[in-house]
């Protein structure tokens, strides 16, 4: 990932928490096979933080699960000559986390260089988070590590998207959908057909791109434009929530470049 200063973030605290936020990961690996070299599977994530993970994950762990008959599985169970009860890849892997809102930016939003120079062309701000780190592959769920590892991430996946992301507390709210609600030899019908994904993070970097560059005028301008767009023409673009949480990133860079000057 590029990372100019003005757009990196090194909070490795903010980095996790927006993992946790935008839990849907793009898992991409390079592993010689049959397969084509490169895969990529989109894959929603649960994020164990250091202090969850213990000593085997200093730095904190994903785990997540994909379609046994995925090529992206295919390849690495075949790349791998042994075929132990859990499948650790050698190289490391990568997950890219994009945060819910990006947008283009029209050079009309700089409203001070553009009147003064002319010297201004398009963009696209966004968020994004990469972790990199070494994979664990848990294949055959018949296992009791697999078993155990499926058992406990589909329910803790299941926990924090029906929570954190829906909002299902309870109260004036609905309750949580639970796995237990399903039929059970339903859940191990299609258990038996995942494989579990652990990744123990060994790099994470952050980069939130919101013109932070660009003179105060500018950015200012970029802030007021998309919060401008909450009606009319953008309004499916930018409606309350996920609009709302990128033009209050935008209006951060303002105040955070504003104060360093």
């Given at each position: 990932?590029?990372?100019?200063n003005?757009?990196?973030?090194?909070?490795?605290a903010v980095?996790?928490?927006f993992?946790r936020?935008n839990?849907?990961?793009?898992?991409?690996?390079?592993?010689?096979?049959?397969?084509d070299f490169l895969?990529?599977?989109?894959?929603?994530?649960?994020?164990d933080f250091?202090?969850e993970s213990?000593?085997?994950?200093?730095n904190?762990?994903l785990?997540?699960?994909?379609?046994?008959?995925?090529?992206q599985?295919?390849?690495?169970?075949?790349?791998l000559?042994n075929k132990?009860?859990?499948?650790?890849l050698?190289d490391?892997?990568?997950v890219?986390?994009?945060?819910?809102h990006?947008?283009?930016?029209?050079?009309?939003y700089?409203t001070?260089?553009?009147?003064?120079t002319g010297?201004?062309?398009?963009t696209?701000?966004?968020?994004?988070v990469?972790?990199?780190g070494?994979l664990?592959?848990y294949?055959?769920?018949?296992?009791?590590e697999?078993?155990?590892?499926?058992h406990k991430?589909?329910?803790?996946l299941?926990?924090?998207?029906e929570?954190?992301i829906?909002?299902y507390?309870g109260?004036?709210?609905?309750k949580?959908?639970?796995v237990e609600?399903a039929p059970?030899?339903?859940v191990?019908?299609?258990?038996?057909n995942?494989?579990?994904?652990?990744?123990?993070?060994?790099?994470?970097?952050?980069?939130?791109?919101?013109?932070?560059?660009m003179?105060?005028?500018?950015r200012?301008?970029?802030?007021e434009?998309f919060?401008a767009?909450?009606g009319g023409?953008?309004e499916g673009?930018f409606?309350?929530?996920?609009?709302?949480?990128f033009?209050a990133?935008?209006?951060?860079?303002v105040e955070?470049?504003t104060?360093?000057?």
């Amino acid at each position: 990932m590029f990372l100019p200063n003005a757009h990196e973030e090194k909070d490795t605290a903010v980095l996790l928490q927006f993992i946790r936020e935008n839990p849907l990961g793009l898992l991409i690996t390079g592993v010689k096979s049959s397969q084509d070299f490169l895969q990529c599977t989109h894959v929603p994530c649960v994020l164990d933080f250091p202090e969850e993970s213990g000593e085997s994950a200093p730095n904190g762990r994903l785990r997540a699960h994909i379609a046994k008959q995925n090529p992206q599985v295919k390849g690495i169970v075949e790349a791998l000559e042994n075929k132990p009860n859990v499948l650790d890849l050698d190289d490391n892997v990568l997950v890219i986390f994009n945060g819910t809102h990006d947008h283009y930016v029209t050079p009309k939003y700089y409203t001070e260089t553009k009147p003064d120079t002319g010297k201004v062309v398009p963009t696209w701000n966004y968020s994004a988070v990469q972790v990199y780190g070494k994979l664990s592959l848990y294949y055959d769920s018949k296992t009791p590590e697999a078993g155990a590892f499926l058992h406990k991430q589909i329910r803790d996946l299941s926990q924090h998207t029906e929570e954190s992301i829906m909002g299902y507390m309870g109260g004036d709210k609905p309750k949580a959908w639970t796995v237990e609600e399903a039929p059970e030899k339903y859940v191990e019908l299609l258990q038996r057909n995942i494989v579990g994904i652990e990744i123990r993070i060994e790099k994470i970097q952050g980069k939130f791109k919101m013109s932070q560059e660009m003179r105060v005028g500018d950015r200012e301008g970029v802030a007021e434009g998309f919060a401008a767009m909450g009606g009319g023409d953008g309004e499916g673009a930018f409606e309350a929530g996920q609009g709302a949480r990128f033009v209050a990133r935008c209006q951060k860079a303002v105040e955070d470049t504003t104060h360093g000057e």
